[in-house]
Each structure stands twice: as C-alpha cells, then as structure tokens.
C-alpha cells in the first residue's frame, strides 16, 4: 500500500504540469503568460467574443483607438452593434450559413461610434476561453485601400471607355512578341479583322509582304520608352493597302514590354498632298511659260513705249510748232475764230505730250528694276518744295516738313511718288488764301505711316474707289490742270513696295494722302483696310 501509495503520488506529482511531465506544463504556462501581452499590443484591432451570445469579452487598446468605444462600451455590445442597419441582413445570413467553423476570413462594412462606415478585413479563429466556445478576431481596416481600389477601378473602366469607344483605330500589343493584347472597335472596322482573329494575330500581319524587313530594322532600333510618331503602310483584311499614321507610347505593365498605339488613316491625305504637288509642278511650268509671255509682252510694251516716245511725240511738236507759225505769221489773215482754233489746237497738243510723257513715267515704274535701300524722306520732300517755289516764285506756300522721316525703298521711284504728291497739293492749294502743305508721320499699330496733307480744294469721299485709278479727275482742266495719271503711279510705286495707300478729304476743306512703305502684310487693295 505504502508503495502503491508512493507510486500514486509520485503519478500525481508527475502529471500535475501538462500530464505528460513538469518541464512542458510549465513552458506552456510561459507562453499562456505571453498572450494577453500579444493581445493588448498587437498595433491591429482584436477581440475575443462569446459565439453563443455574440457579446464581446474583451477588447485591445488598437480597437478602442479604431472604434472610439471605451472598454467598459465594448463589454456590452454584440457584434451586430457594430454592423451598419443596412448590412445587418446579409450578416445574420452569414453566421447561419458559417456556424462555429474553425479559422474564417470575411470582408465588409463596421459602423464607429461616431457613426462613419469604414471597410474593414477580419480574420477569426475559434477558441476555447474560460470554459465556453468563443472567436478571437483580428480587424484590418482597409478603407483606403478599398478607396484606391476602386478609384482604379473607375481610372481603368475611363481608360476603357476611352480605347473602346475612341473613333480612332487603337490598339495595345507586347513589343517582344508584336502580339496584339487589345484592340478597339474602331481598328476592327478600319482592318476588317474581328477581336478574336486580332488576338491569334501580330503586327507582322497588317505590314506588306515588302515592307516587313524594313518594318523589323526600325523596331529594333527604337527605344522602348520612346513615344514615337511615325508613317508606314498596313494592310486590311480585304487586301487594300493604305496609309497609316501612328503614335505609340510605352504602357506601364510590370510583366511584359507593351505599347499602346493610335492609327489614323491618311492614305487620302496623301493622296490629296500627291495631287497637290502635282499641280504645283504643273503650276511651275505654267507660271513659266506666262513668265515667258510675259517677258514677251513687256519686249513688246518697251517697243510700244519707244515708238510713242519718238514716233508720236514727232507729229504732235510738228502740229503744235506749224499752229505756232501761223499764229506768228499769218495772224492778220486769220479773223478770231481762226486764231482761237489754231489756240485750242496748240493747247490739246501740249495736254496731249504732257499725257504721253506722264503715261510713260507710269509703264517705267511698273517695269524698272527695284533696289531696296535707305530713302531720307524728309530731304526729299525739302528738294521737291524747293523746285515747285522756284517755278513759281510769287506763290506764298506754308511748308512743314517733318525732320528724319526715313523708310526702305527704291529711292527713285519713292521721289516720284512723293514729287506727284506734293505736285497735287501745291497745285490744288492755289485758290486757298493762305495755301498750308505738311509731310509727316503717323503710328498705326507700331509701324510708321506717312502722310502729305494740304488745305487745299480736296474732294468727295463718296468718290474715294475711283481716285486712284488712271485718267480719273475731279476737277476740270480749266480749275487745276491735270492729266489724272499721277495717283495711278502714286498707287503703283506704292504696290511695289508691298505697302498701302488711303486719303481722308473733304470738299473745300483739304485732303491727306497717307502711305506706308515696305508693309510685311503684303500688296493690299486700293483704300485703307
């Protein structure tokens, strides 16, 4: 007995750790000592809850923190205190169907006490605790990341969106194997190719047979982060080749080298642009051949104009110099009349002359040979003034011009344009008392603009689209003498140098004659713009 009682005790003694020896039952009390520690610390929410009841039985800190729930709160909830109204259906579901299952892994919605709905992961795994079936459960709060999901989401299904439906043929391919990835409905339509028949497909397939060596080099010589524009030629389903622009860009994918390209069609477009450089070589040659018409006709022209300036020039000094001789010699035989018609006849010879002389000052000035140089305005003007004062020296005229008024051009068709300019206000201030002449400058958008300005007669604007023409006069030759071919050559000086000529005027009130020289906007029409 005594040794069955020792060998009882000594059994007793042996099996009151683990019952499998003292060493493990107190490793396993060290690591029972360790668990509230790992509970209370663990930086996730936890707790542990009676299956039964679905109450908590207690809570870490990170879940206080997370919720906003003090502990004392915590230990008189359930779980479904938790789960907002709106999902408490689909819960009660879920805890029919799982029961009292081993380690669960579940994804949804918690409500705080503040009231603000996060997405959260929760992980249990049932235990027993104290005597009675219970989950401990870890909570992941993934509200952000589920944020960021499905903002990618919506990027991707935008992005989707934007291939599908983008009128433009796309389409995404793998740069190692040039296999097509993805294509958009407008790159079936354009290729004839449906989706699935694209997918066993690689670029080789849309280049021409001759193309695909070329196509091949100038893909290996690109670089693979490249965003690249390019023309070439692909092939249709049908057999057609057309003309394609593309733009390729590399696409961010981790697994494999893809690229994503955009294809236009402009077979038309170059067709168009082969068509136009046709016409312009056609063109060329045309402007060739009326180039050579037109040095023809100039030829022509400058025989003309030797043969009015001789030829014609004879007869009238020989008409104007007999009418002379009879008046001189043969006055006392002539009654009035006689001598008024041989008057009228020397006059109309003279007017005539001066119409030839003023015509072929205006063929010169369309046919010289321009230089582009510096042009002093204002001593020209000086120069012109001084020579009308002396032909007619009794006249009192107010004379301003402006000092260092330059400009680029031809120096001597310029002076033949502001000599006719200044000729005409001299000339049409001759019944003003006090007869007043300008030369100036204007600014008009930064660029000078120069006028000649008198006080004289002037005219009516409502007949401003016929002055600059040849031959046109708005006063008779008995008031200002003329032959109304000045402002035609005015205009035409003015044209060859690529700027514009205007005038602002009015009856018995003056006129002014502006002008620009040189202008970059080109040859305009007659009046300002």
């Avoid at 396993?28 to 360790?34: C, I, P």
């Avoid at 008057?343 to 063929?363: K, P």
């Avoid at 510096?374 to 009308?388: C, F, G, K, R, Y």
Wanted: with cysteine; net charge neutral.
């Amino acid at each position: 007995m005594a040794g069955q009682t020792k060998r009882t005790r000594a059994g007793k003694s042996a099996g009151a750790g683990s019952g499998e020896g003292g060493r493990p039952g107190k490793a396993l009390r060290r690591k029972e000592q360790h668990y509230p520690y790992l509970f209370e610390a663990n930086p996730l929410p936890m707790w542990v809850r009676d299956i039964g009841t679905q109450r908590y039985l207690g809570v870490n800190e990170a879940a206080v923190r997370l919720y906003g729930y003090t502990r004392e709160e915590f230990l008189r909830m359930k779980i479904s205190d938790l789960i907002p109204p709106e999902d408490r259906p689909e819960w009660n579901a879920y805890l029919q169907q799982t029961g009292s299952r081993g380690e669960l892994r579940r994804y949804g919605r918690h409500q705080r006490r503040d009231g603000s709905i996060i997405d959260v992961e929760v992980i249990s795994q049932e235990f027993d605790f104290q005597g009675r079936p219970a989950r401990m459960s870890l909570v992941n709060d993934i509200t952000e990341r589920k944020r960021a999901e499905q903002a990618l989401r919506e990027r991707e299904e935008r992005y989707r969106y934007l291939f599908d439906l983008n009128p433009s043929p796309m389409w995404v391919y793998d740069r190692d194997t040039l296999a097509f990835q993805a294509v958009n409905e407008a790159a079936t339509r354009q290729y004839g190719y449906s989706k699935d028949e694209f997918s066993r497909m690689t670029l080789v397939d849309l280049w021409p047979e001759d193309d695909v060596p070329r196509n091949l080099g100038n893909l290996k010589r690109t670089d693979s982060g490249a965003v690249l524009t390019h023309q070439t030629r692909h092939r249709r389903k049908d057999g057609t080749v057309i003309n394609v622009e593309l733009l390729a860009s590399p696409l961010a994918d981790p697994r494999r080298p893809l690229r994503i390209v955009l294809a236009a069609d402009v077979t038309e477009r170059i067709r168009a642009e082969e068509e136009i450089r046709k016409l312009n070589a056609e063109l060329d040659q045309r402007v060739i051949e009326r180039t050579r018409q037109l040095e023809m006709a100039n030829e022509e022209l400058e025989s003309f104009s030797y043969s009015v300036s001789h030829d014609l020039r004879a007869p009238l000094r020989s008409m104007e110099g007999f009418s002379r001789a009879l008046l001189e010699d043969c006055a006392a035989r002539l009654d009035d009349t006689g001598r008024d018609y041989l008057r009228r006849i020397c006059a109309a010879a003279q007017r005539m002359a001066a119409l030839i002389e003023d015509l072929l000052v205006l063929s010169r000035v369309s046919r010289a040979e321009m230089r582009n140089d510096d042009v002093d305005l204002s001593t020209l003007a000086m120069e012109i003034v001084e020579e009308l004062r002396r032909q007619e020296p009794g006249r009192k005229v107010r004379v301003k011009i402006e000092p260092g008024m330059t400009a680029r051009g031809d120096p001597s068709l310029v002076r033949i344009a502001l000599q006719n300019l200044l000729h005409n206000s001299w000339k049409f201030t001759a019944d003003n008392p006090a007869p007043a002449i300008e030369v100036a400058t204007a600014r008009d958008a930064g660029k000078p603009v120069f006028f000649v300005r008198d006080n004289g007669a002037g005219f009516d604007m409502a007949y401003s689209d016929r002055l600059f023409g040849a031959f046109q006069r708005f006063h008779t030759s008995a008031q200002f003498p003329g032959t109304g071919v000045g402002l035609a050559t005015v205009r035409r000086i003015v044209r060859r140098h690529g700027g514009e000529i205007w005038a602002e005027a009015a009856v018995e009130r003056g006129a002014t004659f502006y002008f620009t020289l040189d202008d970059p906007r080109g040859i305009p029409g007659d009046g300002r713009k």
